[in-house]
C-alpha cells in the first residue's frame, strides 16, 4: 500500500541581518545602548579610528564593536547615520556602490535654505550621495537622553517614526525598531508624512522631539 508523504515545506532559512551605527557622538552612544539592550552585535564607527572609540564600545556592552569606517559600511546591511548631517558626503566616499544596504537617517538638519537642498526633504537630498542603497528616515526625533533610555515603559513602547520613497524599504527598519523595544509608526513618503520629522529652513516637523507612547493593547 502506497502512503502518501504529504507536502514537502521547504526549510525557511532565517538571514542574520548586521548593523553598524556611524557616528559616536550622544546620538550614535544612544542607539547602541539600545542595540546592547538586547544583546544584538552593532558595529560603530566614525572618522576617528576605531581605537579612539573602543573604551567607550566596550563600557557600553561586549555586543558593541568598534571598527573603522571601511570596515563597517563594507560588513553591514543595515546602517544607520548618527552624524551631523553635513558629513554624509563623506561617509557616501567609503564604498563607491551602496547596492544591497539600508541606510536609516538618523540625521537632522536646522536652518539650511530649502533651496541649497534643491528643495528636497533632507534625507531625499542625502540619499542622492548613496547610489544603490534603501534609505529610510527613522530614529531622529527624538533627543539623544531619551532615546538611551529603554523604550519599554508605563505599560508600553516608546514610538519611533519612519518614512521613505522605497516601499519595500521601511518593513525590515520596523522589524528592527521592534527587536529593540520601539513602537514603529510608518508615515510614507520622505514628501508627505514623513514631512513632520524633517526641518524645512528653520521650522522643524511637528514630530520632531516628541515622546510618545504606544500602549500594548
Known amino acids: 500500500m502506497l502512503r502518501s508523504r504529504g507536502t514537502i515545506q521547504p526549510t525557511e532559512r532565517r538571514s542574520i541581518m548586521s548593523y553598524a551605527i556611524i557616528g559616536f557622538g550622544k546620538i550614535g552612544q544612544a542607539l547602541a545602548q539600545a542595540f546592547a539592550r ?3 552585535d552593532v558595529i560603530v564607527a566614525s572618522r576617528r579610528p576605531p581605537e579612539a572609540l573602543a573604551p567607550q564600545a566596550r563600557a557600553i556592552g561586549p555586543t558593541v564593536v568598534a571598527k573603522s569606517l571601511q570596515e563597517a559600511v563594507g560588513a553591514a546591511d543595515t546602517i544607520i547615520l548618527a552624524i551631523p ?3 554624509h558626503r563623506a561617509v557616501a566616499k ?8 539600508t541606510i536609516i537617517d538618523a540625521t537632522n538638519v536646522f536652518g539650511v535654505p ?3 537642498l534643491d528643495n528636497l526633504p533632507s534625507s531625499a537630498f542625502a540619499a542622492k550621495a548613496f547610489p544603490g542603497a534603501k534609505f529610510v528616515k527613522g530614529f531622529n526625533h527624538l533627543i539623544a537622553a531619551t532615546l538611551a533610555t529603554d523604550p519599554v515603559v508605563e ?3 516608546r514610538v519611533v517614526f519612519l518614512s521613505s520613497d522605497n516601499a519595500d524599504a521601511v518593513a525590515p527598519v520596523a522589524a528592527l525598531a ?3 523595544g520601539f513602537a514603529p509608526i510608518e508615515l510614507g513618503k520622505f514628501d508627505e508624512g514623513g514631512a513632520l520629522v524633517h526641518a524645512r529652513g528653520r521650522v522643524w516637523g511637528q514630530l520632531i522631539f516628541q515622546d510618545l507612547l504606544k ?3
Open 94 to 101: 567609503a564604498l563607491p556602490n551602496w547596492e544591497g544596504k
Open 215 to 217: 500602549k500594548e493593547q
Open 85 to 87: 548631517f553635513g558629513e
Open 38 to 40: 538586547k544583546n544584538i
Open 155 to 157: 505599560g508600553g513602547h
Open 178 to 180: 521592534r527587536q529593540l
Open 114 to 116: 530649502p533651496g541649497e
